[in-house]
T-cell receptor, first 109, second 114 residues
Framework: TQLLEQSPQFLSIQEGENLTVYCNSS?????LQWYRQEPGEGPVLLVT?????EVKKLKRLTFQFGDARKDSSLHITAAQPGDTGLYLC?????????FGKGTSLLVTP | GAVVSQHPSRVICKSGTSVKIECRSL??????MFWYRQFPKQSLMLMAT?????????EQGVEKDKFLINHASLTLSTLTVTSAHPEDSSFYIC??????????FGPGTRLTVL
């Protein structure tokens, strides 16, 4: 069973549009991370959220942790082609990371 | 930030041969490293946890005799795919856990078995 459900699985938008991707679970987590992965590379950590209801901003990216710490969202404002990539949410299980299936984002000029 | 390297970045081999992939933490010591596998259009799946000086812990469904892991020092873990077959073709990614528990990922190794 998949611990983290991400939606949508694929997203293709034009430059300048806004978008939101979701990461949901029935479990409660002490923290949750978002990563971005480009083709042929390892994932890169974007943010860690730890407090229910927490909102963190990273330039045009806004991350929110659900009040109950079961879900999270990533909102991108005015998407740019450089935002193209696979966005993964992950939680620590033991010491390893358990990843969601990811949202593959394509931003076209 | 901390840097993790992998070598080689790409490898093509014939079916039946063995391939060794190295994962190094370049500027920090990592008592624990992790090996993930990623098939096209899919997410990262944990294969095993590599602990310095002890045996690796494998996830369910991962054959320990096929995927040999050695973590001989605090900065190096190796994954050897023995008797590789085309279905082993994948993107193998390692990560290293720093003292503060943050994980840093390597750039991955693309394995193609012909």
């Amino acid at each position: 069973t998949q611990l983290l459900e991400q939606s949508p699985q694929f997203l293709s938008i034009q430059e300048g549009e806004n978008l939101t991707v979701y990461c949901n679970s029935s479990s409660v987590f002490s923290s949750l991370q978002w990563y971005r992965q480009e083709p042929g590379e390892g994932p890169v950590l974007l943010v860690t959220v730890v407090t229910g209801g927490e909102v963190k901003k990273l330039k045009r990216l806004t991350f929110q942790f659900g009040d109950a710490r079961k879900d999270s969202s990533l909102h991108i404002t005015a998407a740019q082609p450089g935002d193209t990539g696979l966005y993964l949410c992950a939680v620590i299980s033991g010491y390893a990371l358990n990843f969601g299936k990811g949202t593959s984002l394509l931003v076209t000029p | 930030g901390a840097v993790v390297s992998q070598h080689p970045s790409r490898v093509i081999c014939k079916s039946g041969t063995s391939v060794k992939i190295e994962c190094r933490s370049l500027d920090f010591q990592a008592t624990t490293m992790f090996w993930y596998r990623q098939f096209p259009k899919q997410s990262l799946m944990l294969m095993a946890t590599s602990n310095e000086g002890s045996k690796a812990t494998y996830e369910q469904g991962v054959e320990k005799d096929k995927f040999l892991i050695n973590h001989a020092s605090l900065t190096l873990s190796t994954l050897t795919v023995t008797s590789a077959h085309p279905e082993d073709s994948s993107f193998y990614i390692c990560s290293a856990r720093a003292v503060n528990n943050e994980q840093f990922f390597g750039p991955g190794t693309r394995l193609t078995v012909l």
